[in-house]
């Protein structure tokens, strides 16, 4: 599939490859993929397990760099960026959420979402640090350690540790796949609210209901960018899925 | 971003001082870097203080010329051994402070990746590391300051107590000491961190999503350039010691242990599994074996402090030992007598039998008294005199307290086998003794308690032996017998083929202590070993108890991130009984391994001792205080031990699954 870039884009990826070893060993995880992923929309990466998923999420957000191609953040090329650069891309411009949470153990839940403030030199005020927990539901649970909190609300941190920068693209790696579907159901609202108020986001799942809360749905199988759906149902991701799947 | 530091620093001591309300384990690891510190400043401090205290003591007032002399010649002797202290104590506090706050940064990998995915930058990192790492030394040293005043009591008291100081010695505080300790916690922490900084500032921010922190690399260069040095120099030390002489030879070869084992510890990541690995056991599902595999630079940082106190405690006892056994050796080869006669010099014209005249070959009253008893063929007296000998000029003029023999020339060379080597020593000479330290040709300036002697030249010399001895031979005439009167002398008698020991033992027994020359020799001997092992405690004892600490340290620190990795575990099914059986059989092979390599930097030093006293003595000697050696494996191997079933009992006494949550 290939889709023309359109300006305006939270991410774009031009033709971009990532191979893994060498020679016989080499394994392409992404394969020239060229997507965008429109700016104020939520987007999610869907793809049976080894279909290059989290590495597209990887070099979309400048972790990994791409063998071949180009990625845009906004319109930011940040194909050759230095680790500096990247630096201050992860600070101001992008926020990221993972399956294990990522929490600092020995940080509370007001420290640990100051972090990402104080790493880049401000002196973050408790109230924005607050009303961001306050936003995920989480008032009441500031001074707790991540080891307090239940799965859910370890997520909930580190949306808002993502948040509290103000980031451009939030990047999702299977932010419910940890969780149970009551947990996993309150951080998708919250995602979905996000998204609602103009947040850019990328997520991979392989969960067709957490997909089916997303405004579009990209489908990868080897390393491609395959198809793409709309505003479909999660019956209608789980077909799609099931079909590329066989 | 010195926020960030202070407030990472907050948090870790805020655990630390907290444990119970979680993030322990960080505390635990900030504890053991806290607890190295400490004591290596503790013990630098301590050991620098009773250097100068010693260096500066005055001789008692009121003492004659001849007690001064011993005096000093006594406290040149406590200096010497308290330099020992101090540079085993500086390369202790060097290696364990700055090994283990390397360990707890490459045991947080994981969280300064996480630092790094959220917006750290390698410098933020890196500062972050080194603010900690001040910090921490800085707390290390205001803690290691009033614990050095207690180690110091101690090791004052312990030198007190093996007469290797006056009674009534005590270190003596210096304000400047102060600049000394802080100056020593924080930088051997900072320079322990700046590697490890480097390196874990280096550290991809993916690493953090990855669920078992990734090991850093093996091997690096730079741990492989390190290692190769201190071969080289272990080698040198090995090469060269043997052409030392005896005082250099054996002071080379106890240092052996210090290169040789930094060169094994550089090579622990590649040596530590592989040998482990070998180690017989059988445990639940190989899973000791295959972390062994796995976790080869935690097992090498494990390891290290181990194998430097195996291979200083083993090395440096094994080497005292030898080179004493080889004295003693030496010794009985080279006495030819029957009888040993301790006497004091008689005042002129006192006790002497009629017929004896002052100028007699040995120049001492009791000489010719000797020598006239019936049955006695031959005798040897020698008086001795404590005596300062200055060498060199200009800015190479030294002078020392040396001990001084008066000898008749030739009823000494046979006495002690030196031949002919003193037939050239009469008049205004003087020759260099079996006790070195003196140059065997050329002139040196002598000064007797009461007397400057001048310049007088070095005409002849015996060789320097391994059980030392005086350092100066004189002829009778140089020395008047108002000089000798009251200093000891020692006599040894050789009797006529069929003489009546026991009527000549009798005789004798008016003159002085007599004893058979097998009597005297196992005394000599038993003295000797006495006090080669109350060295071996003073110079090793508080060393090898802080870096047996640093083990202690090192398997703690190494076993603080494994909760997650014991949960797993569980939750596959292996019964809580089987994980802390698993860690302590890791914990056995990586000990057994550490040992080995000990022993392997140990046999370094032992190289160098064959070769140093077969070069001496013509006789290689090794003689290892095996008991010592099993004490010292069995020893680790409890601690060890001990030490990880109480961390992993108490790391796996959680429910498993609460360790599986994230974070």
Known sequence: MTTMTMTGAAVTLQDITRVYGRGQAAVRAVDGVTLDFPRGSWTAVMGPSGSGKSTLLHCAAGLERVDSGRVLIGDTDITAAGDSQLTALRRTRIGFVFQSFNLIGSLTAEQNVALPLRLAGQRPSRADVRATLAAVGLADRVRHRPRELSGGQQQRVAIARAMVTRPEVLFADEPTGALDSSAARTVLDLMRAMADAGQSIVMVTHDPGAAARADSVVFLRDGRAVDRLTGASTHAVADRLAAWER | MRGLSRAGLAERFGSAFRPSLGGGWGGRMVAGALLSATLGVALVQSSLLLLITAALLDPPAGASAAERLEFTDGTTAAVSMLGVVLGGAVFLAGFIISSTFAFTVDQRRRDLALLR???????????????????????????????????????????????????????????????????????????????????????????????????????????????????????????????????????????????????????????????????????????????????????????????????????????????????????????????????????????????????????????????????????????????????????????????????????????????????????????????????????VELRLPTRDLGRIPVTASVPATMSGGANLLVPPGLVTPQELAGAPARSFVTLSPGADAAAVRATLAKIGTVSTVADWLRADAEAANSTNQKIMLIVLGLGGLYALIGVINSVVIGAATRRREFAEARVTGMTRAQVVRSALLESYAVTTAALLLGAVAAGATFIAVLATTKSVTGTATLDLPWPQIAGVALIALAVTGATTLITSLSATRPQPVTQLRSS
């Open chain 2, 117 to 443: 995915l959220v917006g750290g930058s390698r410098g933020q990192l890196r500062r972050l590391l080194l603010g900690e790492a001040l910090l921490l030394g800085t707390l290390g040293a205001a803690l290691g300051v009033p614990s050095g005043l207690a180690v110091m009591s101690f090791q004052a008291w312990l030198m007190r107590e093996f007469a290797f100081v006056p009674p009534g010695f005590e270190g003596r505080w210096r304000m400047w000491i102060l600049g000394v300790s802080f100056g020593t916690g924080i930088l051997l922490a900072v320079a322990g961190v700046l590697v490890a900084a480097r390196r874990a500032a280096r550290v991809r921010p993916l690493e953090a999503l990855r669920e078992t922190g990734a090991a850093a690399k093996v091997m690096t260069w730079s741990r492989a350039l390190i290692g190769l040095v201190f071969l080289g120099g272990a080698l040198a030390l090995v090469i060269v010691a043997p052409a030392g002489g005896p005082a250099g030879g054996m002071a080379m070869a106890m240092n052996v242990p210090i290169p040789a084992a930094v060169a094994v510890v550089a090579f622990a990541p590649l040596l530590v599994p592989l040998i482990a690995r070998l180690v017989p056991f059988t445990g639940p599902a190989g899973l000791a074996r295959a972390n062994l595999r796995d976790a080869r630079r935690r097992s090498a940082s494990v390891a290290a402090p181990l194998i430097v106190l195996v291979a200083l405690v083993v090395g440096n006892t094994g080497a005292g030992a030898s080179f004493t056994a080889s004295g003693v050796r030496e010794l009985a080869a080279q006495t030819h007598a029957d009888l040993v006669v301790e006497s004091t010099a008689a005042a002129p014209g006192g006790t002497a039998p009629s017929g004896t005249d002052a100028a007699s070959p040995s120049g001492t009253a009791g000489a010719a008294s000797i020598a006239q008893v019936p049955g006695v063929a031959s005798v040897s007296t020698e008086t001795r005199l404590p005596a300062e000998v200055t060498t060199g000029s200009g800015e190479d003029r030294e002078t020392e307290v040396v001990s001084l023999l008066v000898i008749d020339p030739a009823a000494y060379g046979k006495a002690h086998g030196t031949g002919d080597a003193l037939a050239s020593l009469s008049g205004r000479a003087v020759a260099a003794g079996p006790g070195g330290d003196v140059p065997t040709k050329g002139t």
